[in-house]
């Protein structure tokens, strides 16, 4: 009945629908569904940013779940409880993760109780990597993987198990992040996926890409949303210890870049109508 009275709405309408049934004699659907999804926070300039932008986000976009990548929120390395809470606390539904997952131990003190979920290839046996968020009458799948082609370490392939996720599950919309180096493992993982997911985000190169696009069966796809913290670094990094190491072979360890910021995001409608746009701010 619910699906009959959504397809007879017109598109674009925030609408909201009573439904009479036997199980429920008066409740209220709200149908709208927009998952807006933060691409990998870096640093502490990354954490505040999101704070100081989530309301004029959500005044903006009218999310109805907030989710973000956090895999380099403490310096770049990680994530903390302190981190966590402070999302949490500003609205953040879930928090997905990547290669950096396990680079701050305190992340296995609390992982198992928190909403998080780390790559589902990842070895570990820590945390979980998908999880079904309910939301009103609605379930969301968020499935968390990491790609193989490039990346230092080596992962098992992430196609069939996410594959085999997506068909045991039981949900209403799904959504995978997909945190991979190469543009070409995304893009072949959204057809791979096409008409079995609804939507595929890549993270980890923290530059957002122009391909924002609905592949032809449906899935809503971007290769990279790029990432939220330091404007003018290279990817996070202050430049020159980056530069250094290219010019020449230098080698320091990492610092969070400062100066101005930016944040990277998509706005994901799953209904009334199937659309992925792109978010940039930058100071
Ligand atoms: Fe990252
Ligand atoms: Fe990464």
Known sequence: MQQKLLNNLKYNIKAFIVVLNYKTPFFIYNIDMKILFIGDIYGKPGVDYVLEKIDFLRKTYHPNLIVANAENAKDGRGLTKNIYKQLMKAGVSLLTMGNHTWKNKELETFIDEANIIRPINDGSNKGVGYKVIQYNDKKILFINA????????????????????????????????F?????????????????KLDCLVGTHTHVQTNDNRILP????????????????????????IIINKFVYGESKPNEVASGPRQLNAVLVSFVPKREIIKIHLEE
Not at 168 to 175: M, V
């Open 179 to 195: 945190h991979a180096e190469a543009s070409a493992e995304k893009v072949a993982m959204g057809h791979f996926l096409d008409g």
């Open 217 to 240: 069966k449906g899935l809503m796809y971007i290769t990279d949303v790029g990432m939220t913290g330091p404007l003018n670094g290279v990817i996070g990094v202050e430049k020159d």
């Open 146 to 177: 990491l790609g193989k082609a490039y990346m230092n370490e080596v992962y098992d392939s992430p196609f069939l198990m996410v594959k085999e996720i997506l068909d045991k599950e039981t949900y209403d919309y799904s959504f995978l992040d």
